[in-house]
Structure formats: structure tokens, C-alpha cells
């Protein structure tokens, strides 16, 4: 399984970027999907996660009603979509997947249920 992250970038402080995360797997419509994010410094956090069905998502409360995760299983990619970017968005974003095939359908924000995890893209936010 290969995630490739994209889509980071250098904006101003309200200014919004749409992340992508492309999976070649067997089978990406059994792939629970999530972003997380390393500040300089800083542990890695959860953003955002979507079901395998695309059909439950859960995000962290620093971005809730700015951010939004998406599914696209014809693309096999997974979108961030992200509003209204502040200064402390700043960060690595990495997305990871885990095969729930035949498990149960949630969007799951704990990092340690990931086993395959991309190379992180760059989101710099200026004030």
C-alpha cells in the first residue's frame, strides 16, 4: 500500500488549501482513512478521519466547522479540505490508511490503528 500526500503549501491566515491523499491499494473502498499533523516541536495530532464507506467522519475540535475530509473511492483519494486556515494550522500533514475489510465502519482518529502512513506535505499559514 502507497499513500502519496499533496496539495500543502504557503498561504495567509484565512486563506484555505485542499490536501490529497492518493492510495494504491488492492482495494481502497475497505480503507478507513485519516489526516494527522506534526507542528515544529511538536507531537504529531489527529485532524480528520472518514470510514471505509466514506459514510462517517469525526475531526479534532481544533478544526471542526473548517475542515472537511472527503472520499473519493473512483479517484482512490482522500481529500482535505481546508477553510479559513489560521497561524497554529501550520504543520506536516500526513495521511494514513488501515484495511477494515469485513470490520466494523467508523472513522477512527486514534494514530496507532494506522499501518500505512504517507510522506507528509508542508501547510505554512502566515499571519
Known amino acids: 500500500v502507497q499513500l502519496q500526500a499533496s496539495g500543502g503549501g504557503l498561504v495567509q491566515a484565512g486563506d484555505f488549501l485542499r490536501l490529497s491523499c492518493t492510495i494504491s491499494a488492492r482495494d481502497f473502498r475497505t480503507y478507513a482513512v485519516g489526516w494527522f499533523r506534526q507542528a515544529p516541536g511538536k507531537d504529531r495530532e489527529f485532524v480528520a478521519a472518514?470510514?471505509?464507506?466514506?459514510?462517517?467522519?469525526t475531526y479534532d475540535d481544533s478544526v471542526k466547522g473548517r475542515f472537511t475530509i472527503s472520499k473519493d473511492n473512483a479517484k482512490s483519494t482522500v481529500y482535505l479540505q481546508m477553510n479559513s486556515l489560521k497561524p497554529e494550522d501550520t504543520a506536516v500533514y500526513y495521511c494514513?490508511?488501515?484495511?477494515?475489510?469485513?470490520?466494523?465502519?467508523?472513522?477512527?482518529?486514534?494514530?496507532?490503528?494506522?499501518?500505512?502512513w504517507g510522506q507528509g506535505t508542508l501547510v505554512t499559514v502566515s499571519s
Open positions: 494514513a490508511a488501515d484495511n477494515r475489510k469485513l470490520q466494523a465502519d467508523f472513522a477512527d482518529g486514534l494514530e496507532r490503528s494506522y499501518k500505512n
Open positions: 472518514i470510514s471505509y464507506s466514506g459514510g462517517s467522519t
